[in-house]
């Protein structure tokens, strides 16, 4: 097994010694989308010990163009993305031990796995979630890596708590925001670029050589030829209510979460039930036949197609309304069929 990581170990700053140490690190990686699975992949065969993936969504045919790890079959079966990553990552590297989580980064979950993982990956869609998994990483001590992209574009920037500016203290300053995919679409390249970006500082964090870490904000088009790297030390903020001398994690605060969301570039509005619940999706799918249109049930959600939108019910509770970006509108689908 030791041939496996060779080539790895040969590398001089990682060597036996880093590797013995990436061996035995958690990961946690937020979304199982295109930079998800990048990092997932790239993780798993570096030989990280144990890896946590937590996403929200189910495999679809547009997502075969750029994110790596699904197949045709996921797409037919509209599997969960996390639980179709799984299944490749296990066939990649059987050694590693692999959760995977189908939900919604949520606040009490976050606070949860932060306590027991040695870095955060982001791989999630929306700005929300990343001013949570910041907050959770500077009360927990973790250190976790952004990283979106767009278009031709890509982002990404390393926090080490009570060491580097959080994202927060960025806010304003450097341009963070604006990333939509919902117009712009994506080519697969940015994704890579990012993920490389995100795996190598990855793996200095891991093997522990935070000497090597980059402590720049890096931006870049790859269609435009464009390419930046920010110092970004001096906007770290004393007054940050994330990283600062008087903290209050605002971002972790109940008020300060949607229960309601438009998902970026689907058409699609996501309903969480307050606190979870447990359908019965066989039950469920007897009823919804009645109500006429389509149903089709795999163990892990129902999708249910009424010709003007379409829903997926999660066993969770959680609900995705296809077809509108209209969150009353959904809410009324959602409440007409699920009271
Ligand atoms: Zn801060």
Not at 192 to 213: F, N, R, S
Not at 230 to 245: A, E, N, Q, R, T
Request: proline residues 5%.
């Amino acid at each position: 097994m030791k041939d496996r990581y060779s080539r790895q170990m040969l590398f001089p700053p990682i060597g036996n010694g880093g590797q013995e140490k990436i061996s035995r690190k958690h990961v946690l990686i937020i979304g199982a989308g295109a930079l998800g699975s990048a990092n997932a992949e790239a993780l798993v065969r570096a030989g990280i010990g144990q890896l946590t993936i937590v996403d929200r969504d189910y495999v679809e045919w547009s997502n075969l163009q750029r994110q790596q790890l699904y197949t045709e079959q996921d797409a037919e079966k509209r599997l969960p993305k996390a639980i179709a990553a799984k299944n490749r990552l296990t066939a990649i590297n059987s050694t590693v031990k692999i959760a995977a989580v189908i939900a919604d980064a949520s606040v009490p979950e976050l606070e949860e796995w932060a306590q027991n993982v040695d870095l955060i990956m982001d791989a999630t869609d929306n700005f929300e979630t990343r001013m949570m998994i910041n907050d959770v990483s500077q009360k927990y001590h973790v250190p976790w890596i952004y990283g979106a992209c767009v278009g031709s574009y890509g982002i990404s920037y390393t926090i080490i708590p009570d060491k580097t500016p959080c994202l927060a203290c960025l806010l304003g300053s450097v341009p963070l925001g604006g990333l939509t995919c919902d117009t712009a679409g994506i080519i697969s390249p940015a994704v890579t670029m990012v993920a490389a970006y995100q795996m190598t500082e990855g793996l200095k964090i891991l093997a522990g050589d935070l000497e090597a870490l980059r402590n720049r904000l890096v931006s870049f088009d790859l269609w435009k030829n464009q390419f930046s790297a920010i110092k970004v030390d001096p906007l770290k903020k004393g007054d940050c209510p994330s990283c600062g001398k008087m903290r209050s994690y605002p971002f972790l605060a109940f008020e300060n979460q949607t229960k309601t969301a438009v998902l970026c570039g689907r058409d699609t509005v996501q309903i969480r039930p307050p606190s979870p619940v447990v359908r019965d999706l066989a039950a469920l799918e007897k009823v919804l036949l009645n109500q006429g249109g389509t149903v089709h049930r795999n163990p892990y959600l129902l999708s249910y197609d009424a010709g003007s939108h379409r829903m997926v019910i999660f066993k969770d509770g959680r609900v995705l309304v296809h077809g509108t970006k209209d969150l009353s509108e959904a809410k009324s689908f959602y409440h007409k069929l699920l009271g």
